[in-house]
């Protein structure tokens, strides 16, 4: 243990003493003592020598600086330091993001370390707390919008917006045009641009009417028609980026009439009673849209700089039709049953995602934002049926009070006098926008959008928007700034007024509860989930270490929570510190020379890589002849995903190749040099590049990868790695001398980012000196002591609506700044030291995959298997071979642990990866635990029919709930949730042999209650 001084420790919401984990140094668990053990048992004396077999020219010749390494009590003071850096100022800013209050639920819900450190629940019967906070939160949004099926979110709404488009591509035949309407946020169009560049897909701009504010249904129909059998979908803003209402029920009847498909964009939060109409009855036969796309990051959270996001899909789901939603990307949480008929939960329709289908998916979605969808879900209970009316109204009253009061100014009128708005609207001024808000900026006023650049008219034109969080006294601070800077003026300007068909007239019938009885249901499904606070979580392929809580105090701070991503730049100039931070962190880690902080999940920053690829052949000239990219099968199942997502469409035109090749194994588990340089010689300069993981899944280093890349190279391709087992090699391996073109590390593996039962994930990417011209986003640069923000030259556009996931940035910051370069080191050398001493006590007694390469090095996992007799005593047991596995991973959890990965990358192999953030004792107790499995499926084989025993639930039933789709209950008062039958973290604290035998009575009795 560390000594440190605590002199700040009472600035904390916790105390750091009463955390085991907290407070060890670089959040090691395992003494120097044990470590030294681990390393005897390995024959081995000091860290460095697990990485002997790596060659060494692609090794750091010393160790990376990174950053200064901060001790806990001086991170207090230098976390606080840069977020007091921001300006927190009256703001009517809205646009791309808008700006709620936040409800006392949802810090207590973030705190919940049973929910926001959780796994992906892929286990439902240890994932139920997550998976009800799931349907929590679909059940109500299902309800406000009036859509059947809502699913567990997508990254953020532009992202969730191109997932809708693809999706009705694929719903109407052989169509690959969405006519897109330029009253859609900025930001939002921009993405949709920078993603269907080099595919199929064509993006057509709508223009919007100058006069009106809004788009012109007739144009629409005219464009459409032009179109035809190409066109596949209209997308349209209920309320659009100049706060006014557009004519839903038009253009949906005029997909209707067309027989195309109606994306809405919405906002739930003005969906609430008495508020906008659903869009369920959007259409003069209120017949509805297809599907909805929006925001929700303030329905849970404040702006954050711009991230983490929530972005929501919606589509229907009932008796007309049942078949559109099999086009959806992403997860959804689906009711089911278990094998005692218990009402349970679980993600259904997940055949269809990346790891499942590779280069077949139609996304490469593999994560969601997770957490901020439960933080929504109990922000939304908290408030109940009238908070969230009052939440919507109040931004109303105060828009319709103040576009009278600030149109009694001479020359300042509303730009759009004709047209009803809501919450948000643009006044036209005598002077520039620029001089306007500078002058408030001086009155501590960030006085709103400057959107004369988007109607093209030649007004000066400003966005005001105004929410729950403003008071009277902004009002009346925003009022005093005009009459100091305008003249009087009576002014009888009419403000317009919302149709009725515009407007609720139905109640969303959300229930009421009281604030503590929301906290004590949330806290029982924190329970129900296990944590890598408590326990070894032996997940392989998605790290699962320890989440310092210092992290999550850092980035809730209020400089950084209570930032807009379209504040002036000299009011963010922490932010901006932050995230240049980052950006040369990441340049020392990786040893390369760019990096963006965009992309807001691994599968997104392996997009951005291959659009990066794209960028630099297209200025080549080169951009339609690189069309072959190579992949390991030994890659992660995102890669193939990406690759097809990107546009390389694997097919074969008249006897020619296209799109995917994949690269097989070796004897040894590596890459196949032989067959890797046949390909290169056959497609040469077709080659777009290569992507490879590294350590790959099996989790072996690619000894031949700087080989690899400078044939790649030799033929002009580029070189992608993908870093999601960085956890591996931070520190030690320079990425730059291995040849790596880009590569994205993923935050919420190596670097401490919560899972939050799925994410929101995080996945900036570093390039070469070949992309840095490219990188997409903005860049931030220091000048002097100042911050500012410049885009690449040849940049290929943005991948997220604004910065990115920016609260992760923050914990990721706070996280490297704890360890700097030792500690970076350490981490890495820990984690595969734990592996390998693991490993090394395992493979006596099980098999392990690839086959007959027990004796290669493994890094930070490794994957067991069980043998053929080991097999055949289950198969005779009564569970069949191709059950074993999954069945397996069910009796880690009755040991009240995780399971480990099952059935991937290998079919038959269960996955491991400690990680650093366990001491020896505990490692060498899950050795027990693993040998005490092999000891049941042996002797009591039959055990496996009944796993798991000791969760809430027993095995769920998920080819039924896949069957039997539902998606939402109308929820009249909390669901009802099963307790664990033992806790979990109390039997990772019972003896083995004890819960052994337990184990064999649970199952004895289930078999003798299926007998009677």
């Not at 917006?161 to 930001?187: D, H, W």
């Not at 030690?732 to 929101?760: C, E, F, Q």
């Amino acid at each position: 243990m560390t000594i440190l001084t605590d002199s700040n420790f009472k600035k904390l919401p916790y105390d750091p003493k009463k955390l085991p984990r907290e407070l060890t140094k670089y959040y090691i668990s395992s003494t120097k003592d044990e470590q030294v053990e681990m390393l005897k048992a390995l024959n081995l004396k000091e860290l460095k020598e697990l990485f002997t077999h790596i060659p060494d020219n692609v090794k750091f010749d010393k160790q990376p600086f990174v950053t200064e390494e901060l001790a806990y009590d001086d991170l207090i003071n230098h976390m606080e330091g840069i977020a007091q850096k921001n300006n927190l100022k009256t703001c009517f800013i809205g646009d791309g993001l808008k700006n709620y209050k936040v409800n006392e639920v949802v810090p207590y819900v973030c705190n919940l370390r049973g929910l926001t450190t959780a796994y992906t629940p892929y286990q439902p019967e240890r994932s139920q707390g997550t998976l009800q906070t799931l349907w929590i939160y679909s059940s109500t949004l299902s309800m406000l919008t009036g859509f059947e099926a809502v699913n567990a979110s997508l990254y953020d709404r532009s992202t969730a917006l191109y997932e809708a488009i693809m999706t009705a591509t694929r719903i109407q035949k052989n169509a690959n045009t969405a006519l897109v309407c330029e009253s859609l946020f900025p930001g939002d169009i921009e993405v949709l641009k920078t993603q269907a560049k080099e595919t199929g897909l064509k993006i057509i701009t709508v223009p919007t009417d100058k006069e009106t504010g809004i788009t012109n249904v007739d144009v629409v129909h005219k464009m459409a028609t032009e179109l035809g059998s190409d066109l596949a979908a209209i997308i349209f803003p209920q309320v659009n980026s100049y706060g006014n209402l557009e004519d839903v029920h038009s253009l949906t009847d005029l997909c209707s009439q067309l027989q195309v498909q109606s994306i809405a964009v919405i906002d739930p939060m003005l969906l609430s009673t008495d508020a906008l109409v659903p869009p369920s009855l959007f259409g003069g036969q209120k017949q509805g849209c297809n599907m909805i796309v929006g925001e929700g990051q303030h329905l849970a959270i404040g702006p954050n700089f711009g991230g983490p996001g929530l972005g929501i899909f919606g589509i229907r789901y009932n008796d007309a039709n049942k078949n559109d939603i099999r086009q959806t990307a992403g997860r959804f949480v689906g009711r089911a049953k278990d094998k005692d008929g218990k009402e349970a939960l679980c993600m259904v329709l997940s055949t269809r995602e990346q790891h499942i289908r590779r280069e077949k998916a139609t996304s490469n979605i593999c994560s969601n934002q997770s957490f901020v969808a439960s933080a929504a879900g109990a922000s939304i209970l908290a408030k109940g049926e009238e908070g969230m009316t009052e939440a919507a109204l109040a931004g109303r009253d105060y828009a319709l009070q103040m576009a009278q009061v600030l149109t009694q100014f001479k020359d300042v009128n509303l730009a759009f006098p004709s047209t009803p708005f809501f919450n948000e609207f643009v006044l036209e001024l005598p002077v520039k926008v620029k001089e306007l808000q500078a002058k408030a900026s001086k009155a501590n006023i960030q006085l709103g959008i400057d959107v004369s650049n988007r109607i093209h008219d030649g007004r000066n034109l400003v966005l005001l928007s105004f929410f729950d969080v403003h008071t009277d006294e902004d009002l009346e601070k925003l009022e005093n700034f005009f009459t100091q800077n305008f003249e009087a003026l009576e002014n009888d300007e009419f403000l317009p007024e919302i149709p009725e068909d515009f407007i609720r007239t139905t109640p969303v019938g959300l229930p009421t509860f009281e604030l503590e009885e929301v906290k004590a249901y949330y806290k029982k499904l924190a329970d129900l989930n296990v944590s890598p606070d408590d326990n070894i979580y032996p997940l392989g392929s998605c790290t699962m270490k320890y989440n310092p809580y210092i992290n999550d105090w850092a980035a809730g701070l209020k400089g950084f929570t209570d930032v807009h991503p379209q504040a002036p730049i000299e009011d963010v100039q922490g932010c901006l510190e932050i995230l240049y931070g980052i950006q040369e962190m990441f340049k020392s880690i990786t040893g390369l020379p760019a990096v963006t902080t965009q992309p807001v999940a691994g599968a997104q920053g392996e997009l951005v890589g291959l659009k990066l690829f794209q960028g630099y052949h297209r200025n080549n000239g080169e951009a339609d002849t690189r069309n072959i990219l190579l992949i390991p099968r030994s890659a992660h199942g995102t890669n193939p995903a990406t690759a097809t997502m990107a546009g390389f469409e694997t097919k074969t035109v008249d006897g020619v190749q296209y799109g995917i090749v994949i690269i097989e194994a070796d004897n040894t588990g590596h890459i196949n040099m032989t067959q890797m340089k046949a390909e290169v010689e056959k497609y040469n300069k077709r080659i777009a590049g290569v992507m490879v993981t590294n350590p790959n899944t099996s989790g072996l280093f690619e000894k031949s990868f700087k080989e690899m890349a400078d044939l790649i190279h030799g033929v002009g391709g580029l070189v992608y790695m993908d870093g999601a087992n960085m956890n591996a090699i931070a520190g030690w391996i320079d990425l730059n001398k291995m040849g790596v073109d880009a590569v994205h590390n993923n935050l919420h593996k190596t670097w401490t980012i919560p899972h939050g039962g799925g994410g929101p994930g995080d996945g900036i990417v570093a390039v070469s000196h070949r992309l840095v011209d490219y990188l997409p986003g903005i860049q931030v640069v220091k000048v002097g002591d100042k911050f500012d923000v410049t885009k690449a030259p040849k940049s290929i556009g943005s991948f997220h609506r604004h910065v990115g996931n920016f609260a992760h940035k923050v914990r990721a910051y706070t996280y490297i700044k704890a360890l700097g370069g030792n500690g970076v080191q350490q981490m890495s050398g820990v984690a595969v030291l734990a592996a390998r001493y693991l490993y090394e006590k395992l493979k006596p007694v099980y098999p392990s995959l690839p086959e007959n390469c027990e004796n290669e090095t493994r890094m930070h996992e490794f994957i067991l298997t069980i043998s053929k007799e080991t097999f055949d005593r289950i198969a005779l047991g009564g569970t069949p071979k191709a059950q074993a596995i999954a069945r397996i991973g069910k009796l880690f959890l009755d040991f009240g642990l995780h399971a480990p990965t099952v059935a991937f990358p290998e079919a038959y192999g269960l996955m491991i990866e400690p990680t650093e953030s366990y001491s020896k004792v505990e490692l060498d107790r899950f050795v027990e635990v693993v040998m005490a499995i092999n000891n049941i499926i042996n002797e009591t084989p039959n055990v496996l029919t009944t796993v798991p025993h000791f969760t809430p639930i027993k095995k769920v039933d998920e080819v039924e709930a896949n069957k039997n789709l539902s998606f939402m209950d109308n929820l009249k008062g909390f669901p009802h949730i099963y307790q664990n039958v033992i806790d979990p973290v109390k039997l990772s604290k019972m003896d083995i042999k004890e819960v052994t035998m337990d184990i064999i009575k649970a199952h004895q009795k289930a078999e003798a209650h299926a007998h009677n």
